[in-house]
């Protein structure tokens, strides 16, 4: 039986209190300064931004917030987190908060929404990317500066700017199920480019660049927090490599665009150099 989940609004002074308790579990932070306060939250909901809470019962297990952004003629939703108290990870909390917000945007217009991940961390990596479609052409380097939570500290703040197209073919199809996507192998039997091997996952191979390469395989870690732990080193020669790759294949107009699953196990982003009417339209590397 699935877990029970439900999306709402927050709206109550003491359902802010509690998303606030929500980020310090979701991301491990020591430090009441490192979550989103809740009078900031309050008037960020209250001012056209978007709070949502996800309960499981009565215990608020998940939170998500951002607001609209207008240039002109263009805007957007910018979604700056989404968290889900550990214990609740990987249990479909955060999909059902992603999802309430893509209605919540489409609602009032918006065909885009925005926000920051870290293209290191695998299984962050095959959400955003694999299930719900987002594809990034951005990466930025230290984008937070330095991070104190247990997920970040130690490793930078790399990140790709997301760009969630809401009502696009791919994004449609993402979020139907049944998606079958080639594994890692297969890509590269169709002369996709290995750029990074996870080496068994402590460490990276060194980065191979081909500047030729249409579609371009990164590997990653199983996990990069648990390689952390093991050694902070392992962990930042990850960073290095990884960097290497997506800041010279990024800067050359590539798209990051999937995630997949190699026959060992672990994951690889996908790079592709395709137009984004091409990548939106629903067309993936391997067709």
């Given at each position: 039986?699935?877990?029970?989940?439900?999306?709402?609004?927050?709206?109550?002074?003491?359902?802010?209190?509690?998303?606030?308790?929500?980020?310090?579990?979701?991301?491990?932070?020591?430090?009441?300064?490192?979550?989103?306060?809740?009078?900031?939250?309050?008037?960020?909901?209250?001012?056209?931004?978007?709070?949502?809470?996800?309960?499981?019962?009565?215990?608020?297990?998940?939170?998500?917030?951002?607001?609209?952004?207008?240039?002109?003629?263009?805007?957007?939703?910018?979604?700056?987190?989404?968290?889900?108290?550990?214990?609740?990870?990987?249990?479909?909390?955060?999909?059902?908060?992603?999802?309430?917000?893509?209605?919540?945007?489409l609602s009032r217009g918006l065909r885009l929404a925005k926000w920051t991940f870290d293209p290191l961390q695998s299984l962050n990596s095959y959400f955003n990317l694999a299930k719900l479609g987002v594809i990034a052409r951005e990466y930025y380097v230290n984008y937070y500066g330095e991070m104190r939570d247990s997920i970040n500290v130690g490793?930078?703040?790399?990140?790709?700017?997301?760009?969630?197209?809401?009502?696009?073919?791919?994004?449609?199809?993402?979020?139907?199920?049944?998606?079958?996507?080639?594994?890692?192998?297969?890509?590269?039997?169709?002369?996709?480019?290995?750029?990074?091997?996870?080496?068994?996952?402590?460490?990276?191979?060194?980065?191979?660049?081909?500047?030729?390469?249409?579609?371009?395989?990164?590997?990653?870690?199983?996990?990069?927090?648990?390689?952390?732990?093991?050694?902070?080193?392992?962990?930042?020669?990850?960073?290095?490599?990884?960097?290497?790759?997506?800041?010279?294949?990024?800067?050359?107009?590539?798209?990051?665009?999937?995630?997949?699953?190699?026959?060992?196990?672990?994951?690889?982003?996908?790079?592709?150099?395709?137009?984004?009417?091409?990548?939106?339209?629903?067309?993936?590397?391997?067709?």
């Amino acid at each position: 039986m699935g877990l029970e989940i439900v999306v709402k609004i927050l709206e109550r002074p003491e359902e802010f209190e509690e998303a606030v308790e929500v980020q310090k579990r979701a991301w491990g932070m020591d430090d009441y300064r490192d979550a989103a306060p809740a009078h900031l939250l309050r008037a960020l909901s209250a001012n056209g931004g978007l709070v949502l809470g996800a309960f499981v019962g009565d215990r608020m297990v998940g939170v998500s917030y951002g607001w609209v952004v207008s240039t002109g003629s263009d805007s957007f939703f910018y979604s700056h987190a989404t968290g889900v108290s550990e214990g609740e990870k990987y249990r479909g909390v955060g999909f059902r908060l992603k999802l309430a917000q893509r209605e919540w945007a489409l609602s009032r217009g918006l065909r885009l929404a925005k926000w920051t991940f870290d293209p290191l961390q695998s299984l962050n990596s095959y959400f955003n990317l694999a299930k719900l479609g987002v594809i990034a052409r951005e990466y930025y380097v230290n984008y937070y500066g330095e991070m104190r939570d247990s997920i970040n500290v130690g490793l930078g703040s790399d990140r790709v700017k997301a760009e969630w197209y809401l009502d696009s073919r791919r994004v449609e199809e993402r979020l139907a199920s049944g998606r079958k996507a080639p594994s890692a192998e297969e890509l590269e039997d169709m002369g996709a480019h290995v750029a990074l091997r996870p080496g068994g996952g402590l460490h990276p191979s060194e980065p191979a660049i081909d500047p030729g390469a249409g579609v371009v395989l990164v590997g990653l870690p199983g996990s990069v927090s648990r390689v952390r732990e093991e050694s902070l080193e392992a962990a930042v020669r990850w960073r290095i490599a990884t960097r290497k790759v997506y800041e010279f294949y990024m800067s050359r107009g590539y798209l990051l665009v999937d995630n997949v699953v190699g026959e060992d196990g672990y994951r690889y982003n996908v790079l592709w150099r395709a137009s984004l009417d091409e990548v939106l339209s629903g067309s993936n590397p391997w067709d």
